[in-house]
């Protein structure tokens, strides 16, 4: 922010070296409240997790684990960015946190990944493999599966829809509100009320 204050001749110069002069705080050696490191998720959460998901959801959070992709990794996957030329296949995401480093980035997936991933793969290169309104048509078809009362008592499916949706799906999970970590947080909370 400062850097960019002083280039934009908003703040002098000796502001930001100044604060450049300043060394930053030691672990343990300050008042300053030190923070808890952050854990993996433990197996057990994930694994109770994994059956409330849709298929979808499923295959993201097997997939993460399995290969240790970034969430915004999983998110974006398409078939043109996966190499199945060999017995391994090659991920490489076009987007991805070391790009601006000028750094390729490949995950690769062998036989538990590629099991994983045929049942997403998409007739077009360019769809995304993991679609929100395809996730979101099945877990609408487990809650009507699981229905209690009968079709001809209570709402239809169908018939109590909105005439105007406020919310659209985009075509792919945004990585922002992908977190493995959250979902299985979400499934743990939900579970001890």
């Known amino acids: 922010m400062f850097k960019w204050a002083v280039e934009n001749e908003l703040l002098k110069t ?6 450049q002069a300043v060394s930053g705080l030691k672990y343990g050696r300050s008042k300053a409240k030190e923070r808890k490191p952050i854990k993996p998720v433990p197996d057990e959460v994930i694994e109770r997790t994994l059956g409330k998901l849709t298929p979808t959801v ?3 959070v097997e997939l993460q684990r399995l290969t240790g992709m970034r969430p915004g990794e999983v998110c974006i996957m398409r078939r043109r960015d996966i190499d199945m030329s060999g017995s391994v296949w090659i991920y490489s995401p076009r987007h991805h946190k070391i790009q601006h480093h000028g750094r390729d980035r490949q995950v ?37 599966d699981q229905r209690k009362t009968p079709l001809g ?5 169908g018939t109590n829809r909105k005439k105007h949706i406020k919310r659209s799906f985009r075509a792919y999970y945004a990585h922002n509100t ?13 579970d001890s009320h």
């Open 153 to 157: 008592q209570g709402n239809r499916p």
């Open 14 to 19: 000796n502001v930001y070296h100044g604060l």
């Open 108 to 144: 690769y997936l062998g036989p538990k990944a590629q099991s994983i991933l045929l049942p997403f793969i998409q007739p077009s290169i360019d769809a995304y493999l993991f679609n929100p309104q395809r996730s979101e048509k099945e877990r609408r078809q487990k809650l009507h």
């Open 178 to 190: 992908w977190k493995v970590s959250k979902i299985a947080h979400i499934q743990v909370h939900r």
């Open 58 to 60: 499923k295959a993201m």
